[in-house]
Every structure is written in structure tokens, then in C-alpha cells.
């Protein structure tokens, strides 16, 4: 089981990872609606207990439609599998285009909930994540079991 740091730790690493303002900081209309971040952080809590293996939230992350479709294929990788940045952009409908892939994860604005912690190197090496190796090799690990 992962103790509490662990999931502080990750939460915040990954979840707040972007420049932006600080969540109390963000303007009421652009907020996400309350009810809605309590079921996020319900579903995150159960991931990271290893009680959850899929979210079910309405997602609707901003990108260009190149990187929409990637993190759609993203959502498709199952709960403990990996795939290569190559397989993705194939699956993504743009064979060969695995670096801008590599790229689109690197811009996924929902860590976890839209899983690029699942793609590693045409070899099977843990490469680029923006949370960090570290995570990536823990949240890895996780869904292992272990």
C-alpha cells in the first residue's frame, strides 16, 4: 500500500505541476466545479490505494488535435500495461510521428487520470516524463502490484 507522502508527493508533482496559479488563486468561472474536483481527488485517493484501475470523469483537456488524439490512445493503454511512444503514435493514426507523441505527453495536462506514466521507450526503458522518472518508475510500480 502507498503511504500518504507518497500520494502527497505525487499528487502535487503531477497534478500541479504546470506554471500556473495556484488552485485557490484561479477565478471562479474558470474553476473546476467542487463537486467535481472531490470526485477526482476520491478516484485519485482509490488509484493510489490500488482500489482503481480506470477514472471515470468527464475529461475535456485543451490541445492542439494532434495531441488530443494522442491522449485519447493514452486512455486506451490498459491499468499495468506499457506501450512504446512508437506503438502510440500508430495507434494514434500517425505512424512514425513518435517524437511529437513523446511531446504531446509531455504536454498531458492530467497526469494519471490520462496515463502517459504508461509509455517507455522502444527498448522497455522508462524515458521522459514530466513528473520525473522517479514517479513514472513508482506509478509503474504500482500497477504492478508492488
Not at 497534478?15 to 485557490?24: K, M
Not at 493514452?74 to 511512444?85: A, F, H, K, V
Request: with cysteine; proline share 8%.
Amino acid at each position: 500500500m502507498v503511504g500518504l507522502a507518497a500520494e502527497g508527493e505525487c499528487l502535487t508533482r503531477l497534478f500541479f505541476r504546470s506554471a500556473g496559479p495556484p488552485p485557490e488563486t484561479i477565478a471562479p468561472e474558470t474553476a473546476v466545479p467542487r463537486e467535481l474536483f472531490r470526485r477526482a481527488f476520491g478516484q485519485l485517493a482509490e488509484y493510489f490505494a490500488g482500489r482503481r484501475r480506470s477514472f471515470s470523469l468527464p475529461l475535456a483537456p485543451a490541445g492542439t488535435e494532434f495531441q488530443r488524439r494522442i491522449w485519447a490512445a493514452l486512455r486506451e493503454i490498459p491499468y499495468g500495461q506499457t506501450i512504446s511512444y512508437e506503438t502510440l503514435a500508430a495507434r494514434a493514426g500517425s505512424p512514425g510521428a513518435f517524437r511529437a507523441a513523446g511531446q504531446a505527453c509531455r504536454s498531458n495536462p492530467l497526469a494519471i487520470l490520462i496515463p502517459c506514466h504508461r509509455v517507455v521507450g522502444k527498448d522497455g526503458r522508462l524515458t521522459g516524463f514530466a513528473g520525473g522518472l522517479d514517479v513514472k518508475a513508482f506509478l509503474l510500480r504500482l500497477e504492478e502490484g508492488g
